[in-house]
């Protein structure tokens, strides 16, 4: 069974930073890109970073682009992604995703399976 556990999420003042994991299960997750999709209060779902397989070729949206870091530990089966200059409007739950086709990144329907969600808010 697949399984996508997220963590690491909280409360943070705007300019802070946190770290989000992501332990999977029940797949072969060094086979699989992986992404993180965040849905702010009373908005859809946006995908927010890929990563590929490997962990070699990295994409993220515009409005994360230079504050976020997305890395795997292949060994450890653990997605993660580092958010500095966090700012309020970066507020949402946070999941990450495994996508349907291994090599998929950066679309939304594309991913299969989902965590339960890290929640991370930003404010003073």
């Known amino acids: 069974e697949v399984q996508l556990v997220e963590s690491g999420g909280g409360l943070v003042q705007p300019g802070g930073s946190l770290r989000l994991s992501c332990a999977a299960s029940g797949f072969t997750f060094n086979n699989y890109a992986m992404s993180w999709v965040r849905q702010a209060p009373g908005k859809g779902l946006e995908w927010v970073s890929s990563i590929n397989s490997g962990g070699s070729s990295t994409i993220y949206a515009d409005s994360v682009k230079g504050r976020f870091t997305i890395s795997r530990d292949n060994a450890k089966n653990t997605l993660y992604l580092r958010m500095n200059s966090l700012k309020p409007e970066d507020t949402a739950v946070y999941y990450c995703?495994?996508?349907?086709?291994?090599?998929?990144?950066?679309?939304?329907?594309?991913?299969?399976?989902w965590g339960q969600g890290t929640q991370v808010t930003v404010s003073s």
């Open positions: 995703a495994r996508p349907r086709n291994p090599r998929a990144m950066g679309a939304l329907n594309e991913n299969d399976y």
